[in-house]
């Protein structure tokens, strides 16, 4: 296993597309959580899933993004009707339930036009 | 509500010489843990070291240790005998035991090593 992947890595859409990344963590965790990270700022919580519920969403993740994990594998987060205000790099994170070990993918930086 | 502060938007060390990165938070809770993370250009998050609130010792990690000092609420990370390889922003993290595990961050800071 060689960490959270998360793809694409760089996505760059037209305002009011939809679009969709995923995120495959590390196949033995099993919470998988979605940040968002704006420039110049730390990451912000948007979601978290303990196996394939999904138990906390942030007042940031607005009707217009939804989250899913199905089989409590891999993750997908959509972006409905993109604003410009989306434009930030979208980070993943899986660790064990008990555990505080932490490991993050590389991120996918959505760029709105 | 759960807050963590970092108040030095951006600081310089020469090559060889040791730094603090400050960092302060506010939590009500009793079990928590705090962490530190570096994240290059690149832009993944890469982990340093971590304190649990009850841990009585100061965490170490080779050249990082993290100043935990629980009565003033803060937890600033010490870099020994920076290297180049060392700048990148640096974030510190709270989390609260029992708010589902999600890590609350700082703003960062951009540290700068100077050959």
């Known amino acids: 296993d060689t960490g959270v992947s998360q793809d694409p890595r760089h996505k760059i859409t037209k305002r009011g597309q939809n679009v969709t990344f995923r995120c495959d963590p590390i196949?033995?965790?099993?919470?998988l959580y979605w940040y968002r990270q704006t420039l110049g700022q730390g990451p912000e919580f948007l979601t978290y899933?303990?196996?394939?519920?999904?138990?906390?969403k942030s007042r940031l993740l607005s009707d217009r993004f939804s989250a899913e994990r199905p089989k409590g594998s891999f993750s997908t987060l959509e972006i409905q009707r993109t604003e410009q205000g989306d434009s930030a790099m979208y980070l993943c994170a899986s660790t064990e339930q008990s555990g505080y070990g932490y490991t993050f993918g590389s991120g996918t930086r959505l760029t709105v036009v | 509500a759960q807050k963590i502060t970092q108040t030095q938007p951006g600081m310089f060390v020469q090559e060889k010489e040791a730094v603090t990165l400050d960092c302060t938070y506010d939590t009500s809770d009793q079990s928590y843990g705090l962490f530190w993370y570096k994240q290059p250009s690149s832009g993944e998050m890469i982990f340093l070291i971590y304190?649990?609130?009850?841990?009585?010792q100061n965490a170490t990690e080779g050249r990082y240790s993290l100043n935990f000092q629980k009565a003033r609420k803060s937890a600033n990370l010490v870099i020994s005998a920076s290297q180049l390889g060392d700048s990148a922003m640096y974030f510190c993290?709270?989390?609260?035991?029992?708010?589902?595990?999600?890590?609350?961050f700082g703003q960062g800071t951009e540290l700068s090593v100077k050959p």
């Open positions: 304190q649990g609130s009850y841990d009585e």
């Open positions: 993290a709270m989390r609260e035991l029992n708010q589902g595990g999600k890590l609350i």
């Open positions: 899933f303990q196996n394939e519920a999904q138990l906390e």
């Open positions: 196949s033995e965790h099993n919470r």
